[in-house]
């Protein structure tokens, strides 16, 4: 049974923030829309939760199931103790849900600019992309938006953050990753718990990928030893992550010179074509076979337009400008988790902050 106290208190956070939010955005229609829209979603997830500790009281429990579970506790425990990410009731629950994704987060773009069209909201700030609980809203949101011409991208996402609003479930698809998998967006999720500047989105999803890489990949040689299955499983994900940054930059670079030069618009959405076909080609026949997991798979039958390169680009950025300041802090986490809580104040540009002090700290 669920603990009716902890959840109402979460119900209030969350009818506050939705108050506070349609207030803040009376006038921006298309944002308060979709919030309201969106406010069932959240409130069922809220309702359909339990304690993981309850949980695995349950004798019937299946036992991968429950090794699972446990294994997220644990990956929790250590994020809080050993990394200094925040101590709260982020997954320590449970919820279960009867489809494949969690949220579907859409994005979009104008078709020769990589220039992503955003929402504004309280808390969160400027953000170029929005997340649905029912694909089928998703799906209409995009076809709007393809009618207005922009290049349009709908994925679905296995988590997201509350950003302290309530706490952070997981759930019940989660427990079909494996346990590098696992760790990873524990930690990764954790990271925004504890990190985020409103407005500055590239700057969150990149310091959560390098605390989510290095963090869960700490915690699985600790807990499996360095020559455990998970841990070389993280470690060739790790490099897969970084030789796709390294091809997405590439297409990137190339699509936004073609989007700056004199071509007619005509001229430029028939090399565009040709730019993405090559780089599919290419993917399929030169990358696939160099990558140690089979994470990308996938990529070349996928949707690759505007949209998804800068929503891909957000994920996947070159972190190494981060790896420089975890070698400065003598590769200890900790410590340089704790930098990146002191600098991630709201205003300004936090990347650029990170640069000087690197300017100041590097021989």
Same mark, same amino acid.
Request: hydrophobic share 40%; proline share 5%; aromatic share 10%.
């Given at each position: 049974?669920?603990?009716?106290?902890?959840?109402?208190?979460?119900?209030?956070?969350?009818?506050?923030?939705?108050?506070?939010?349609?207030?803040?955005?009376?006038?921006?229609?298309?944002?308060?829309?979709?919030?309201?829209?969106?406010?069932?979603?959240?409130?069922?997830?809220?309702?359909?939760?339990?304690?993981?500790?309850?949980?695995?009281?349950?004798?019937?429990?299946?036992?991968? !199931?429950?090794?699972?579970?446990?294994?997220? *506790?644990?990956?929790?425990?250590? &994020? =809080?103790?050993?990394?200094?990410? @925040? +101590?709260?009731?982020?997954?320590?629950?449970?919820?279960?849900?009867?489809?494949?994704?969690?949220?579907?987060?859409?994005?979009?773009?104008?078709?020769?600019?990589?220039?992503?069209?955003?929402?504004?909201?309280?808390?969160?700030?400027?953000?170029?992309?929005?997340?649905?609980?029912?694909?089928?809203?998703?799906?209409?949101?995009?076809?709007?938006?393809?009618?207005?011409?922009?290049?349009?991208?709908?994925?679905?996402?296995?988590?997201?953050?509350?950003?302290?609003? !309530?706490?952070?479930?997981?759930?019940?698809? *989660?427990?079909?990753?494996?346990? &590098? =998998?696992?760790?990873?967006?524990? @930690? +990764?999720?954790?990271?925004?718990?504890?990190?985020?500047?409103?407005?500055?989105?590239?700057?969150?999803?990149?310091?959560?990928?390098?605390?989510?890489?290095?963090?869960?990949?700490?915690?699985?040689?600790?807990?499996?030893?360095?020559?455990?299955?998970?841990?070389?499983?993280?470690?060739?994900?790790?490099?897969?992550?970084?030789?796709?940054?390294?091809?997405?930059?590439?297409?990137?670079?190339?699509?936004?010179?073609?989007?700056?030069?004199?071509?007619?618009?005509?001229?430029?959405?028939?090399?565009?074509?040709?730019?993405?076909?090559?780089?599919?080609?290419?993917?399929?026949?030169?990358?696939?076979?160099?990558?140690?997991?089979?994470?990308?798979?996938?990529?070349?039958?996928?949707?690759?337009?505007?949209?998804?390169?800068?929503?891909?680009?957000?994920?996947?950025?070159?972190?190494?400008?981060?790896?420089?300041?975890?070698?400065?802090?003598?590769?200890?986490?900790?410590?340089?988790?704790?930098?990146?809580?002191?600098?991630?104040?709201?205003?300004?540009?936090?990347?650029?902050?990170?640069?000087?002090?690197?300017?100041?700290?590097?021989?």
């Amino acid at each position: 049974m669920m603990q009716l106290q902890p959840m109402v208190r979460s119900m209030k956070r969350v009818c506050l923030a939705l108050v506070i939010l349609a207030g803040s955005l009376s006038a921006c229609n298309e944002e308060l829309r979709y919030l309201l829209q969106q406010a069932p979603g959240q409130i069922a997830i809220l309702l359909h939760r339990d304690k993981i500790a309850k949980i695995l009281e349950d004798p019937n429990l299946d036992p991968e !199931a429950r090794r699972k579970l446990e294994l997220v *506790l644990d990956v929790k425990r250590y &994020a =809080e103790d050993r990394i200094g990410l @925040v +101590h709260n009731q982020n997954y320590s629950v449970y919820t279960k849900i009867d489809r494949e994704a969690v949220v579907y987060t859409l994005s979009a773009c104008p078709p020769l600019s990589f220039q992503a069209k955003t929402w504004k909201f309280p808390v969160v700030g400027e953000a170029p992309y929005l997340g649905f609980f029912k694909k089928a809203d998703g799906e209409k949101k995009k076809a709007r938006l393809e009618a207005e011409g922009y290049d349009v991208y709908l994925r679905p996402a296995g988590a997201y953050s509350m950003l302290g609003i !309530a706490s952070d479930p997981i759930y019940s698809p *989660l427990l079909k990753l494996n346990d &590098a =998998e696992l760790a990873n967006l524990v @930690v +990764h999720e954790l990271s925004h718990a504890t990190i985020w500047v409103p407005g500055q989105v590239e700057f969150n999803e990149s310091v959560a990928l390098f605390i989510g890489n290095e963090g869960s990949l700490e915690y699985l040689v600790q807990r499996f030893g360095a020559d455990a299955d998970p841990v070389r499983y993280a470690l060739g994900a790790n490099e897969d992550d970084k030789t796709f940054s390294v091809f997405l930059s590439g297409l990137y670079r190339e699509l936004d010179q073609l989007y700056q030069s004199d071509l007619s618009d005509a001229g430029k959405l028939k090399r565009k074509a040709e730019i993405i076909a090559a780089g599919r080609q290419n993917f399929r026949d030169q990358i696939l076979p160099s990558m140690q997991t089979d994470d990308y798979r996938r990529f070349p039958e996928s949707v690759i337009n505007n949209a998804s390169i800068l929503q891909r680009k957000l994920y996947y950025k070159d972190v190494s400008l981060y790896y420089q300041v975890f070698e400065a802090h003598h590769q200890d986490l900790r410590a340089t988790v704790d930098f990146f809580k002191e600098i991630a104040k709201p205003g300004g540009d936090v990347e650029a902050t990170v640069r000087q002090w690197l300017d100041q700290h590097q021989p």
